[in-house]
């Protein structure tokens, strides 16, 4: 009989890359809410997008970033205030309210493409 030299080992799809985004774990450890205070940068190009993200990754605070690089009339440091479930782009809002709150001085954010452009997303506090 054969042997089993040329199996190769099965490999598991996605489970191990890290894409910066909130997880199903930390995602389903959060309570329901129907309305979240949340913050957004918004750019037009991918490009801008990353500068904004390499501002964010040094350090600099989240509010700071979004007026610096935010392209929309949010130029209160990229406040979009309380938001009400079903009042935001379906993109949007699944990734808004899949986040854990967090501060400015210290964000926890994602990133979604929508028609607008591309966001990156924190929220503050919800309800």
Known sequence: MAGKKNEKPAKGKGKD???NK????SASKLK????INARHILCEKHSKKEEALAKLNSGTKF?????????????????LGW??????DNAFEKAA???????TGNPKWVEVK???GYHIIM???RK
């Open 97 to 103: 309210y899949d986040l854990e709150p967090s501060t």
């Open 83 to 88: 938001k009400v479930r079903g009042s935001l």
């Open 114 to 116: 929508t028609g607008h």
């Open 32 to 35: 329901a809410a129907n309305s």
């Open 123 to 125: 929220v503050e506090g």
């Open 63 to 79: 509010d700071d970033v979004a007026r610096e690089f935010s392209e929309d009339k949010a130029r209160q440091g990229g406040s």
């Open 22 to 25: 909130s997880s199903d774990a």
């Open 17 to 19: 890359k890290d894409d």
